[in-house]
């Protein structure tokens, strides 16, 4: 069924429904992850995220089940969603308006992403018309789409990490073997770290930040495995389940990265068994940026450092998650590190 929805019905699901939270907290949706489908979001993600590289962290139930809207009023979620849109407004405009006033334009070692945002608003080449809202709702995506996702999977891993400890053992083996002798492994390293890889792969099976990706809506009526789907249906697909289905994975619940050694299943959207990042036009256009934080990241943590759970924690780490759009772990891993060099 999710090979239907993301790839021969693609094109048809790859509208957004209409989320409350992501249009107060969005502009509008001005940016690119809710926005609808058409020539603003294609603009968005060519000419921006493919040129430089979610009250979207908290899970409201009434954008996955609109029938429920009145729990939206009842628990204030409405209420909030305005009042952290005000904080992200008033520190957006203030970053805008200082990279406006910046004095020196002519040194492009110094540009950032702001930058560059701001000298597309004068591109006449765009065929959309970039303003400041647009600007800030690129910019709360890239800081929620881009942070919460990469930090949810480091956490997640290093729990698994400290739950196994022959794989910890084999992957700092890895590392340390090939960063022998640097202070820090770099970019250039990763390259040759195919465990690493694998356990990258595994965190994501295990504990997607998105197990429900974001939901889509179908532009028109069409038919899904025999059954009719009107024209604006809200589909929600499992990314978590699919990625534990025992008719497809072996020991599903086990945390074995060894399977993806030697194996072509990949995050990249063409195994409809295992898409952590979604498939089909809406994939994630982060995940490589996403990727690479993370397994440098995960690479330094392992490489300078042993990790050790606290006295009073020894022996229990509670993998519980937390309802969410994006899933974190329920209670924070605190662990101590123990200095290797
Ligand atoms: C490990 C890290 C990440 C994971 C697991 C992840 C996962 C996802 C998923 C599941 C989706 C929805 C795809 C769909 O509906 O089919 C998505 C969309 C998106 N992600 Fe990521 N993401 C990650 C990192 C990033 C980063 C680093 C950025 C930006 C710098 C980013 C920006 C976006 C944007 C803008 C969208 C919306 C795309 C659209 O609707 O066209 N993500 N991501």
């Given at each position: 069924?999710?090979?239907?929805?993301?790839?021969?019905?693609?094109?048809n699901?790859?509208?957004?429904p209409?989320?409350?939270g992501?249009?107060?907290?969005?502009?509008?949706?001005?940016?690119?992850?809710?926005?609808?489908?058409?020539?603003?979001?294609?603009?968005?993600?060519?000419?921006?995220?493919?040129e430089?590289?979610?009250?979207?962290?908290?899970?409201?139930?009434v954008d996955?089940?609109?029938?429920?809207?009145?729990?939206?009023?009842?628990?204030?979620?409405?209420?909030?969603?305005?009042?952290?849109f005000?904080?992200?407004d008033g520190?957006?405009s203030?970053?805008?308006?200082?990279?406006?006033n910046?004095?020196?334009r002519?040194?492009?070692?110094?540009?950032d992403?702001?930058?560059?945002?701001l000298s597309?608003?004068?591109?006449p080449?765009?065929?959309?018309?970039?303003?400041n809202?647009?600007i800030?709702a690129?910019?709360?995506?890239?800081?929620?789409?881009?942070?919460?996702?990469?930090?949810?999977v480091l956490?997640?891993?290093m729990?698994e990490?400290?739950?196994?400890?022959?794989?910890?053992?084999?992957?700092?083996?890895?590392?340390?073997?090939?960063?022998?002798?640097?202070?820090?492994?770099?970019?250039?390293?990763?390259s040759?770290m195919?465990?690493?890889?694998?356990v990258i792969?595994?965190?994501l099976?295990?504990?997607?930040?998105?197990?429900l990706?974001?939901?889509?809506?179908?532009?028109?009526?069409?038919?899904l495995?025999?059954?009719?789907?009107?024209?604006?249906?809200?589909?929600?697909?499992?990314?978590?389940?699919?990625?534990r289905?025992?008719?497809?994975?072996?020991k599903?619940?086990?945390?074995?990265?060894?399977?993806?050694?030697?194996?072509?299943?990949?995050?990249?959207?063409?195994?409809?068994?295992?898409?952590?990042?979604g498939?089909?036009?809406?994939?994630?256009?982060?995940?490589q940026?996403?990727v690479?934080?993370?397994?440098?990241t995960?690479a330094?943590?392992?490489?300078?450092?042993?990790?050790?759970l606290p006295?009073?924690?020894v022996?229990?780490?509670?993998?519980?998650?937390?309802p969410?759009?994006?899933m974190?772990?329920?209670?924070?891993?605190?662990?101590?590190?123990k200095?290797c060099f």
């Open positions: 069924m999710a090979r239907e929805i993301m790839k021969t019905h693609d094109l699901f790859a509208n957004r209409h989320l409350k992501a249009h107060i907290m969005l502009y509008g949706n001005k940016d690119m992850a809710f926005a609808a489908y058409g020539e603003h979001w294609r603009q968005m993600r060519k000419e921006l995220i493919e430089s590289t979610v009250l979207l962290s908290c899970f409201n139930l996955y089940f609109p029938s429920l809207g009145w729990l939206s009023s009842l628990f204030g979620l409405d209420e909030r969603a305005k009042r952290i005000m904080k992200w520190v957006l203030q970053m805008i308006q200082q990279h406006t910046k004095k020196d002519s040194n492009q070692k110094d540009e992403f702001v930058d560059v945002l597309l608003k004068k591109d080449n765009l065929g959309t018309n970039l303003n809202e647009h800030k690129l910019l709360v995506d890239m800081f929620t789409a881009g942070t919460d996702t990469s930090y949810i956490e997640w891993g729990a990490l400290i739950r196994n400890p022959n794989v910890m053992k084999k992957l700092q083996d890895e590392v340390k073997g090939i960063a022998s002798g640097k202070s820090m492994v770099n970019e250039h390293d990763l040759e195919h465990f690493l890889k694998a792969k595994e965190i099976r295990l504990h997607p930040p998105g197990p990706l974001l939901p889509r809506e179908s532009i028109d009526g069409c038919q495995e025999g059954y009719e789907i009107p024209k604006k249906t809200r589909v929600i697909i499992n990314c978590w389940a699919i990625a289905d025992p008719k497809v994975w072996e599903p619940d086990e945390f074995i990265p060894e399977r993806f050694l030697n194996n072509p299943i990949d995050f990249k959207g063409q195994n409809y068994e295992y898409f952590p990042f498939a089909g036009r809406r994939i994630c256009p982060g995940m940026f996403g690479s934080t993370v397994e440098l995960l330094n943590l392992v490489y300078r450092f042993d990790w050790l006295d009073a924690l022996g229990d780490i509670n993998m519980a998650e937390s969410g759009i994006t974190k772990m329920m209670n924070n891993l605190h662990l101590v590190p200095s």
